[in-house]
């Protein structure tokens, strides 16, 4: 998504987020000490799906405004899977009496709903207007990218 990202404020959103997340793999380890429990890797259909999605409309769309905003729609789809996976994993460990867990995962959580946010402003302050702008100038591919922002809406749980 870095890669494919050509907004710079877009582009340098998305790199801050890649390094949280490599520091939310290490408050994983951390429960997980806590928690005197063993990591284990495992597939996750849901995730997986998420990102299929997403590679699936990157490479339906040309205009690169329109990709700006078709990334954006599926990052947050992403943000919003790990907050609900998270938001549950906090409730879980403070009903086990495990605060000193809770607050490692919620430092994660909190992570995540500032992203989500980073990107609704994004969205909503250019990227978005950017792209429909994009129709109206090249009337020709209006249906074309009518049709990417459908596909990437699409991708947005309705919330
Ligand atoms: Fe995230």
Known sequence: MVEKASD??????FRTHLKQTRGQIKRL????????VK???????????????ANE?????????VLNAALIAAAQ????YEITRYGTLVAWAKLLGRN??????????????????????I?????????AARQRKRPDAVERAENSMLVAASGIPAV
């Open 123 to 131: 969205a909503k302050r250019k990227i978005n207007r950017k792209a």
């Open 39 to 53: 990591p284990e890797g495992t597939k996750c259909p849901a995730i997986d799906g998420i990102i299929d999605e």
């Open 77 to 80: 789809a992403v943000e919003h």
């Open 100 to 121: 000193d867990v809770a607050k490692v995962l919620n430092m994660t959580l909190k992570e995540e709903k500032a992203t989500d946010k980073k990107l609704t402003g």
């Open 57 to 65: 409309i990157v490479g339906e769309i040309d205009d690169k405004m």
């Open 8 to 13: 710079a404020e877009l582009k340098k959103g």
């Open 29 to 36: 380890d951390q429960a997980f000490k806590r928690l005197k």
